[in-house]
C-alpha cells in the first residue's frame, strides 16, 4: 500500500467536498438551473480577482487565456513589452509573435524577478509601446514579480498591464482593481482546487476598450462575445459543465475561509518550505523574491542527476514534485504549497525529500528539514 | 421525487461507470501514468474516427476545434465553400469570414440537406474554392447531410473536406479514411458520453499539407505543435485530465460495444422516436434526411407557444429535451436519441411528450406515440 500525494504548481489536488461534485449526472447548460448556478459563480470569480469587472470563464486551460489576451486586445505590428523570467514569460513572447505584435523581450535570468528600474529603461526607449506582458509568479522558477511596481510604470508611461497571474490569483494578494492591472488571467488547476479545463479572464474599462480596436482574428476566443452571454448569466458556446459545478463550489471554500487567510496560510506554507530547503543546505533558485505558490530548488551538486529527485519521490514514495523546464530541466525540482494544501502536506513534502535525497547519496541528518518546517509552524501566529 | 432524464443533443447522460472516474484524485499530466493512459485514448479515437491519422485531443468544446481547422488550414482571402442548413452550418461561415476568409454560403431551407446537384453548380461557379465545410448530422434541423456525396464532388473538383461530426461521428457510420474526409470534428459531451471540455480534430496527409501553408496566426490551437506533443502521448498545453480520464472509459464502452452495433442501436432508437411522432400525428422537420442522432418536430399549429413544450417537459415531468435555436425558436422541439441511451430513455421521453401534448391542448390518444416506439422495437431485429 502506498498513498500518493500531489505537490504540483498545478494541478493541485482536488478537496473532497468538490471531488465528489464530479459524480453527479449532467446538467444541461441552456436551462435556469445553470444559470442560477453560472450567477453565483460570476459573484465568486469577482471576489477572487478582487474586480467589479465580469470575469469570463473559458473552455480552455491557462495558455487559450494568454492567447485570448493577445488576439482581443492587439493588433499586428503592435509593439508590447514582454518580462520573460522563464517558460511562461518566454511563452507571452512566443503568443506575441504568432500574432504579429513586435514584442520587446526582457529576458531575465531564471530566478530573478524584474527589477523595476529596468523595466523602466526599457519602457523609455521604446515610447510607441502599447503594453507590458508578464508574470505574477513565474512557475517555471518560483519568481514572485513586482506587480505593484510594474502596474506604477505602465501607469505612468499609459502602458496597458496584461498579467499572468495564473500561479497568483488567490495564492497571494493581487487585487486586480486596486493594483490597476489591465488584464488578468487564471486556471481551474490552481489555487482554484477543480481540474484543468478552465480559464479565467477579466479587462479593466480600458482594456475594454482596447478589445474595440483590436483587429486580430478570433472566434472561439472572442471575448465581446463572452461577455454578452455573460450578461444573461451564460457562455457563447458550450461550457465546460462539469468543472463549473465543482468551480461553484471551490468558490465558496475560498469565500469561506476568507481571502487573506488563504493568503496567510500559503505564506506559512511558502516559508516553511523555504526554511526546510535551507535547513537541508540547499539553495533557492528564487532567494531574493520567491513565490508562494511554489519552491524552486537547486539541485546540489553531489547529485548528478538531477531528474532523478522528482522521479524518486513519485515512484518510490508515492510524492510527485515538479522538475524543472526547459533550460532548467535537471537542474531544479519544484515543490508546490498553495490549493488544497495543509501544514502536514508539508512535513510530507520535506520527509519524502529527506529520504530521496538521502537514496541519492546527498548527506542528510534525518529531521533537519522536517524540524525547520515544525519550527515555522510552531513560531506563526495563525 | 423527480427523477430527471436528459434527451439533449448534447450534452447526452454520463454513463454510471463514467461518471464515478470523475471522483478519483487528479492525476499529474506530465507523469508516465497519464502517457500511459493517453496511448490508449489515441488507439480508440483512430478507432471511433475510422481513421489511420493521429486524432488530436483540445481543451476546448467543438466550437474550439472547428476555429482550429479554419485558423490551421487556410489563409487570408482563400475562398470556401459553406453549407448553411441550419446555426451550425452558419457558424462555419462566420469563423470563415471572422479570419478573412471568402466563404461561398449555400443556405439551406431549414429541415433539408444539401442537394448534390446544387453543391456541383455552385463548385463549378467557384473553380478557386478550396474546401467544402459543412456538418454531417447538423444539429439544429436535425438533417443528416450526404457526406459520401459531398466526398465524392469535392475529390472531383479537388476540394477539401472539413466536416463537423459533433453529432455525427460515434452516431452513424462516418468512416474517415473510406469517406475521404479531410478533416473530422467531434466533441465530447455528444456520443462520447463525457462532459463537455474536450474536442477532437484529425486531419488526412492532404490537411495536413495545408497547414504548412496556412498563414493565419495561432497559439493555442496550433495543431502541428499539438501533433509533435501527440506522439509523445502529451499535449502541447496542459490537458483537461479528469475528461481524459473518463474518455478512456467510454472509448473502451464504444469498442466494446462495437460502433456498427452503436450505429445500428442509435438508427433504432431514431427509427422508434420518427414512428411516434409520426403516430401522434406530429411533423418532423427534416422529413427526407433525418439524423440518427437527434429528431426535431414541428410545433403543431394547435400549440400557440412553442417553447411550452420543452418547459413542460422539464419543469413538470423532469425531462430535458431542446427547444428550437435562433430562427427556430419556439417553432420546433429537438428529442435526442444518442451516446448513453436505450430503448426505455425513448419510452421516457415519447410518454412524457404525450402527457405535455396533452396538457397543452393537442388532442393526444394516450399510448399511440408510445406504441409506434415498442412497435419499432419489437420488429427489430437487434
Known amino acids: 500500500m502506498k498513498k ?46 478582487q474586480t467589479k469587472q465580469d470575469v469570463i470563464v473559458l ?44 514584442p520587446i523581450e526582457i529576458k531575465l ?10 523595466l523602466e529603461t526599457t519602457v523609455r526607449s521604446n ?11 513565474e512557475t517555471s522558477t518560483g519568481v514572485k514579480m513586482p506587480t505593484p511596481e510594474i502596474c506604477k510604470i505602465a501607469k505612468e508611461y499609459n502602458l496597458l498591464t496584461i498579467c499572468d497571474a495564473i500561479t497568483a490569483c488567490g495564492v497571494f494578494d493581487l487585487p486586480m482593481d486596486a493594483f490597476g492591472l489591465d488584464v488578468m488571467i487564471t486556471g481551474s488547476q490552481k489555487a482554484l482546487m477543480i481540474p484543468p479545463g478552465l480559464s479565467f479572464i477579466a479587462l479593466s474599462d480600458k482594456a475594454w476598450a482596447m478589445r474595440e480596436r483590436s483587429e486580430l482574428p478570433k472566434f472561439y476566443f472572442d471575448l465581446d462575445k463572452e461577455r454578452k452571454a455573460l450578461s ?19 468558490l465558496k471554500m475560498i469565500k469561506e475561509e476568507g481571502l487573506q487567510n488563504v493568503f496567510a496560510r500559503h505564506d506559512l506554507l511558502a516559508r516553511a518550505t523555504r526554511n526546510a530547503i535551507q535547513a537541508l543546505g540547499l539553495e533557492i533558485l528564487a532567494s531574493k523574491s520567491p513565490s508562494p505558490a511554489v519552491t524552486a530548488v537547486k539541485v546540489p551538486p553531489q547529485i548528478k ?5 522528482p522521479k524518486t519521490m513519485r515512484d518510490k514514495y508515492g510524492v510527485t514534485i515538479a522538475g524543472g523546464q526547459d533550460e532548467l530541466e535537471g537542474k531544479i525540482f519544484r515543490l508546490s504549497h498553495f490549493g488544497y494544501c495543509d501544514r502536514f502536506d508539508i512535513t510530507t513534502g520535506i520527509s519524502c525529500l529527506e529520504l530521496t535525497l538521502n537514496d541519492l547519496g546527498y548527506p ?15 513560531n506563526a501566529k495563525l
Open 4 to 49: 500518493t500525494y500531489l505537490l504540483t504548481p498545478g494541478p493541485t489536488p482536488l478537496p473532497e467536498n468538490i471531488i465528489s461534485i464530479f459524480a453527479r449526472p449532467i446538467l444541461h447548460h441552456r436551462t435556469p438551473q445553470f444559470q442560477a448556478l453560472f450567477e453565483g459563480v460570476k459573484t465568486g470569480l469577482k471576489y477572487l480577482f
Open 59 to 102: 473552455a480552455s486551460t491557462g495558455t487559450g487565456a494568454m492567447d485570448a489576451a493577445v488576439s482581443n486586445l492587439f493588433s499586428k505590428g503592435d509593439k508590447v513589452i514582454t518580462i520573460n523570467g522563464g517558460k511562461f514569460g518566454e511563452r507571452w513572447t512566443k503568443i506575441s509573435k504568432n500574432y504579429g505584435l513586435n
Open 109 to 118: 535570468v531564471p530566478g530573478n524577478a524584474i527589477e523595476p528600474n529596468q
Open 127 to 137: 515610447t510607441d509601446t502599447k503594453a507590458i506582458l508578464f508574470q505574477a509568479s
Open 232 to 250: 444573461k448569466n451564460q457562455t457563447a458556446w458550450t461550457p465546460a459543465i462539469s468543472l463549473i459545478q465543482g468551480l461553484e463550489e471551490s
Open 305 to 309: 542527476d538531477g531528474k532523478a529527485i
Open 364 to 378: 542528510v541528518e534525518f529531521g533537519k528539514g522536517v524540524g525547520a518546517v515544525l519550527k515555522t509552524f510552531a
